[in-house]
């Protein structure tokens, strides 16, 4: 009898394993590729987030080196018509207009990168857009022979680099606020 019972609990034990051990079995290989497939989206959204940050760094760079090459080119075009040299207008107004183009571009690019709503980079560009008028007219008006430099363009300009010292403070916030 108790060899019976023996044997009758070695079956039952052995049917058990064979039928959960093999359920045992499976639910684990679902976990674990259940596990892989969350690090995998997890390795994703990171690589993603990575591109998204170089991304936009390239966008704030882009904007600053473009504000900065349409500030240069008017700094030294005052400066070349207050030493006397002689400039077209038409010269003047081209590349101006491609300059500030491109700028424009590049600031309103980003728009794609805003955190909130009080970091605007069209204080730089409405600077620059007044100084390029102020001193389009003085080059007009031939103010800059036989003179020091006009006052207009002078105060025109600092307003230029007071408003690209703001943007570059900004565009630094933004650039520490760009998820890592």
Not at 71 to 77: H, R
Not at 105 to 113: E, Q, R
Not at 114 to 128: E, F, N, P, Q
Request: charge should be negative; aromatic fraction near 6%.
């Amino acid at each position: 009898m108790i060899g019976l019972i023996g044997a009758v609990g070695g079956a039952v034990v052995g049917g058990a394993a064979g039928v959960y051990g093999p359920l045992l079995l499976k639910r684990q290989e679902r976990r674990d590729l259940e596990a892989d497939r969350t690090l995998e989206s997890l390795i994703a959204d990171r690589d993603m987030a990575a591109e998204v940050r170089v991304e936009r760094l390239a966008i704030l760079t882009v904007a600053r080196v473009k504000t900065r090459l349409w500030y240069d080119f008017l700094s030294q075009t005052a400066n070349r018509a207050s030493a006397g040299e002689p400039l077209d207008t038409q010269a003047f107004t081209a590349e101006q207009d491609r300059l500030s183009e491109e700028a424009m571009g590049a600031c309103y690019a980003l728009s794609a990168i805003r955190v909130s709503a009080g970091r605007d980079s069209h204080g730089v560009l409405k600077s620059l857009r007044h100084a390029s008028e102020v001193i389009y007219e003085a080059l007009r008006r031939g103010e800059f022979h036989g003179a020091p430099m006009p006052s207009s363009v002078v105060d025109a300009l600092e307003a230029v680099a007071s408003a690209r010292s703001w943007f570059r403070l900004t565009a630094d916030r933004l650039v520490e606020e760009i998820p890592q």
